[in-house]
């Protein structure tokens, strides 16, 4: 798409039409437009043409004067009313260019039949106006080159061939028509022009539209790269710290609990160091998976806290849902059934698990985000130091230095 934007920026100024794709892009935005100005332009141009009368008056005088009012006030005004009327809305550009050729078509041969019937000294005054009514139009018209093109060649044939069949000029008197009828032909050069810089325009904005489509896409992934860890996809440690306070906050705002999980991989080290990185960030990628499916079918949101340590938090989850969620994920990893090749024959990977949760009306008692996390961290301990596999439970705030119970609010694993 670029390239053709470009290339169609750069032709030749004798080229009016732009690459096949661009070109049925630009004539599908443009197929339709307001027909205001050209009914407003329509209106002023019946205006002028009634307020011709009392020329015509003059020179006709009142006998004689009846032919030019009749077609005026008979043909002209009704098609030029009913012109005006079918641009009512967003009308098509065909629509546009038969209203705008009616009317002026219409004009033209109304203006050559005065030239016909009145005095000679009075002949080239009425030849040069029917040649100025296709400028005018061709000129208010914002039509598209190829319909500018129908008119002036119809426009062209009508006022030559009307010339030439009624010998309005009169015998031998064929050089002021030709010349003039050479302003038939002006509005091509506008209607090229116009539709020069309009297709430029397009271009142009195009262009611009797709840069700021490919900025915002840029954007994304660079706002995605710096709040996301690289090998595991899951949240990274700056981009958590930042959720886990606005959940924090929120929870303190609508009276609710926020549970935070942190766990830690088992002998990862030993795994590592036995079964080389290229293995050991299989097993990181694993656990994420697991992890992140846990989570987030309960609303939270899992990151990578570091190393072989991960963390989550659980928006609406007491210390009993946030015991629960562990033991999903202990269970979701175990599941894997990843083997160990640093322990004994046959055992599989395994997570610890350190587990707490706050109300968030504690957040007014000095309760923060990072004492729910200082209490994950000390839980997680106290899950490693029962045994690993298993998820161990603390309280923040006042009960930062135990665990809450043993057996109650520390679960092991069968």
Not at 62 to 76: H, N, Q, S
Not at 159 to 173: E, N, R, S
Request: charged share 15%; hydrophobic share 50%.
């Amino acid at each position: 798409m670029h390239a053709s934007i470009e290339a169609g920026l750069r032709r030749p100024w004798y080229r009016l039409r732009l690459p096949p794709a661009l070109e049925a892009q630009y004539r599908a935005e443009t197929a339709r437009g307001s027909g205001v100005t050209v009914q407003t332009w329509l209106a002023v141009f019946a205006l002028f043409n009634v307020l011709s009368l009392v020329m015509d008056h003059d020179v006709f005088g009142p006998e004689a004067f009846r032919v030019p009012l009749l077609l005026t006030t008979g043909v002209f005004c009704p098609v030029a009313i009913l012109a005006i009327v079918s641009l009512r809305g967003r009308p098509t550009m065909l629509r546009m260019t038969a209203a705008a050729s009616a009317t002026g078509l219409v004009d033209t041969a109304i203006v050559l039949n005065s030239a016909r019937l009145a005095p000679p000294a009075h002949t080239d005054s009425y030849i040069v106006l029917a040649a100025i009514v296709p400028l005018v139009v061709g000129l208010i018209a914002p039509l598209p080159f190829r319909h500018v093109v129908a008119y002036c060649t119809a426009s062209l044939a009508l006022y030559a061939g009307l010339i030439l069949a009624f010998d309005i000029a009169g015998p031998g008197q064929t050089g002021l028509p030709l010349l003039i009828s050479g302003l038939i032909i002006v509005p091509l050069k506008l209607g090229y022009s116009r539709e020069w810089e309009a297709k430029n325009v397009f271009l142009l904005g195009l262009r611009e539209k797709l840069q700021a489509e490919a900025l915002a896409r840029a954007n994304a992934r660079l706002t995605i790269l710096s709040e996301t860890d690289s090998l595991t996809a899951l949240a990274n440690r700056r981009h958590f710290a930042t959720c886990v306070e606005q959940a924090w906050r929120a929870s303190a705002e609508e009276g609710g609990w926020l549970g935070v999980l942190l766990l830690d991989i088992d002998h990862f080290k030993r795994f590592n160091d036995t079964a080389g990185h290229p293995a050991g960030d299989s097993c990181l990628i694993a656990v994420a998976g697991a992890l992140a499916s846990a989570i987030e079918a309960r609303g939270g949101l899992a990151a990578r806290y570091g190393g072989e340590e991960f963390v989550a938090f659980l928006p609406g989850a007491d210390l009993a849902g946030a015991i629960e969620a562990g033991e999903a994920v202990r269970a979701a990893v175990a599941r894997l059934a990843l083997p160990h090749p640093g322990l004994s024959k046959g055992a599989h990977l395994a997570v610890s698990v350190g587990a707490t949760a706050a109300h968030g009306a504690t957040r007014a008692f000095g309760v923060t985000a990072k004492d729910l996390l200082k209490a994950a961290d000390l839980a997680l301990y106290a899950a490693k130091a029962g045994g690993r596999d298993r998820v161990a439970a603390l309280a923040p705030a006042a009960n930062t230095n135990r665990p809450l119970a043993d057996g109650s609010a520390a679960s092991d694993a069968p």
